[in-house]
Nanobody, 125 residues
Framework: QVQLVESGGGLVQAGGSLRLSCAAS?????????MGWFRQAPGKEREFVAA????????PYSDSVKGRFTISRDNAKNTVYLQMNSLKSEDTAVYYC?????????????????WGQGTQVTVSS
């Protein structure tokens, strides 16, 4: 069974930074898949945060995080990262990593075929 495992979440003060990581635990390579980060706050729908194409050349972001978050990947380590700076209380959510079915990015959750269990990010104001 393919598993994606997120790590790096936690409690941080507003204005602080966190770096999330997402690694594949099954040994399956995701170097030919686009990868994405989504988040879900209590009582809200899951929303797109950022994505990265298979080669890192294309990295779309949601308007709410553009300029503050950076997505990157290391295909040799089969790991995707989300660097989050200037965190705000509204960034509080469970963050999910996901693998897209193709090499190309998508903002739609339905285009992602593998999902991690999520990591909690809490930003205190």
């Amino acid at each position: 069974q393919v598993q994606l495992v997120e790590s790096g979440g936690g409690l941080v003060q507003a204005g602080g930074s966190l770096r999330l990581s997402c690694a594949a635990s099954s040994g399956r390579s995701f170097s030919n898949n686009a990868m994405g980060w989504f988040r879900q706050a209590p009582g809200k729908e899951r929303e797109f945060v950022a994505a990265i194409s298979w080669n890192g050349a294309f990295t779309p972001y949601s308007d709410s995080v553009k300029g503050r978050f950076t997505i990157s990947r290391d295909n040799a380590k089969n790991t995707v990262y989300l660097q989050m700076n200037s965190l705000k209380s509204e960034d509080t959510a469970v963050y999910y990593c996901a693998a897209e079915r193709t090499m190309f990015t998508s903002r739609r959750p339905d285009d992602y075929i593998y999902w991690g269990q999520g990591t909690q990010v809490t930003v205190s104001s």
